[in-house]
């Protein structure tokens, strides 16, 4: 989930996460968020992961409420220095 004018640290961010998901999933895409200002495009991505994320555990019979992997992702990022 992007923005166009993310600030750099965020894009370092970004590519690092995308890297750690991708040994996790089989496809990484990158959605950009729609809006004109910072409020709308964070309203939109919310609203949008948190249905991807109802849908595709619904659909792979996986419990949407277990956060393994985003505690492991939280911990990845606290070990670099990005």
């Known amino acids: ?8 640290k ?5 590519d690092l996460t995308k890297k750690i998901v991708s040994k996790f999933a089989q496809n990484v895409i990158e959605i ?14 919310t609203h949008l992961g ?7 555990a619904q659909n792979n019979g996986v419990d949407a409420s ?6 492991f ?3 990845e990022l606290e070990k670099s220095s990005i």
């Open 1 to 8: 989930m992007r923005y166009k004018d993310e600030h750099r």
């Open 10 to 14: 965020v894009q370092l961010r970004t």
């Open 32 to 45: 950009y968020a729609k809006g004109q200002t910072l409020p709308e495009k964070i309203l939109y991505m």
């Open 50 to 56: 948190d249905w991807v994320s109802w849908y595709l």
């Open 66 to 71: 277990e956060i393994q992997v985003i505690d």
């Open 73 to 75: 992702l939280k911990s």
